[in-house]
């Protein structure tokens, strides 16, 4: 599954279901009014604001 995930001016780390945009205040928003999920900040220390957001692909790992 594709995702977007950026970070905001505030440092915290978002992950949407479709391409956010940035709002007035610096901050990404979905653009379809989906659901998005904040996730911890210090995970993904490589994304900053100025190179948000990046698209990112989750896979599923099914190890038995």
Not at 6 to 13: E, G, I, M, S, W
Not at 49 to 55: K, L, M, N
Request: charged content about 30%; glycine content about 0%.
């Amino acid at each position: 599954m594709m995702f977007w995930i950026a970070r905001n001016k505030d440092n915290t780390l978002v992950l949407f279901q479709s391409k956010p945009v940035l709002d007035d205040d610096l901050n990404w928003n979905e653009t379809l009014n989906e659901d998005c999920m904040f996730i911890p900040e210090y995970l993904y220390p490589e994304i900053t604001f100025y190179d948000s957001p990046q698209r990112v692909e989750l896979k599923l790992d099914k190890k038995e």
